[in-house]
C-alpha cells in the first residue's frame, strides 16, 4: 500500500504525494456523495396531502324584478297609455211587490139575543161576567181516574175483543183523551192512539157510557179532561 511504502523508509516526492492525497480525498468524497444520494432515493418521507375546507355560504335571493310598464301605443302624434276598463256594476233587478188583499175580518159569531158581556160564539144563556178561560180543566192521568164511578172491568163498560183475536189471548192498548162534564158525565172520547183498527170503533161508543164524580175547584163542580191508557183484552 501507498502508507506502507512511505513507513518502510521509501521517501516519495511531495508532488506525488500530494497527488495521491487529492485522488484518495477525491474518491471519499465521490463515495460519500454517491452514498447519500443513493439513501434519499431509498428513504422518501411521504408528505401527507393538505386538507382544503369548502364552506358554501348561502345568501338572499335577489329580489323579485320589478313589473313591466304598461303597454303604450305610439301614434303619429301623440302617445296614449292603455288603462284598464273598470267593470260594469249591474245593478240588481226590482220586484215590484205586489199589494197585499186587506185582511179580512172574522166573522162575528154573536147573537143578538145574548147577554152583556157575552163574548162572541158564546153559550146562549150564559152568566155574565164568567171568566174567558172557562173551558175544562186539563188534569194529571192518575187524578182523573180516581173520579171514575164504574167499574171499568164490568161487560157493561168494556170493549170486548173479536172472537179471533179474544181466541190468541191478545192484548191491544189505545191511548184516549176523555172529557167530563161537571156533573160527571163524559162529553168527549178522543183516540190519540188507536190499538187496533177492528177495535178502535168501538172505543168511543163504550167510554161514553162511564160515569165520574164532579171535579170540585174551590167548592164548585167544573168540567175536566185527562189523558187515559186503556187497555182491551180477553181477561
Not at 480525498?25 to 428513504?43: I, P
Not at 143578538?112 to 175544562?136: C, F, I, Q, R
Not at 188507536?194 to 164532579?214: H, K
Amino acid at each position: 500500500m501507498a502508507f506502507d511504502a512511505v513507513l518502510g523508509g521509501e521517501r516519495l516526492a511531495p508532488t506525488r504525494v500530494r497527488r495521491v492525497m487529492g485522488i484518495i480525498s477525491l474518491a471519499l468524497h465521490l463515495t460519500a456523495l454517491a452514498v447519500g444520494v443513493a439513501y434519499s432515493f431509498w428513504h422518501v418521507d411521504e408528505l401527507p396531502l393538505p386538507t382544503v375546507a369548502v364552506t358554501l355560504a348561502g345568501g338572499t335571493p335577489p329580489p323579485p324584478p320589478p313589473p313591466p310598464p304598461a303597454k303604450r301605443h305610439a301614434t303619429k302624434t301623440k302617445t296614449t297609455e292603455v288603462k284598464p276598463r273598470p267593470e260594469t256594476l249591474v245593478q240588481p233587478r226590482q220586484v215590484k211587490e205586489e199589494p197585499k188583499p186587506p185582511a179580512e175580518e172574522p166573522d162575528d159569531d154573536s147573537r143578538d139575543d145574548g147577554e152583556e158581556g157575552g163574548v162572541a160564539g158564546g153559550v146562549k144563556g150564559g152568566v155574565v161576567g164568567a171568566p174567558l178561560n172557562s173551558g175544562p180543566k186539563m188534569l194529571p192521568p192518575q187524578v182523573g181516574g180516581k173520579q171514575l164511578l164504574i167499574d171499568p172491568n164490568s161487560d157493561a163498560y168494556k170493549v170486548h175483543l173479536p172472537p179471533p183475536l179474544a181466541r190468541q189471548g191478545m192484548a191491544f192498548f189505545a191511548v184516549v183523551r176523555m172529557c167530563v162534564s161537571a156533573g160527571g158525565d163524559v162529553t168527549d172520547v178522543k183516540i190519540l192512539r188507536g190499538a187496533d183498527p177492528a177495535i178502535d170503533p168501538q172505543i168511543p161508543e163504550v167510554l161514553r157510557r162511564w160515569r165520574y164524580r164532579p171535579y170540585t175547584l174551590d167548592g164548585k163542580p167544573v168540567p175536566f179532561c185527562y189523558m187515559l191508557r186503556y187497555e182491551i183484552s180477553a181477561r
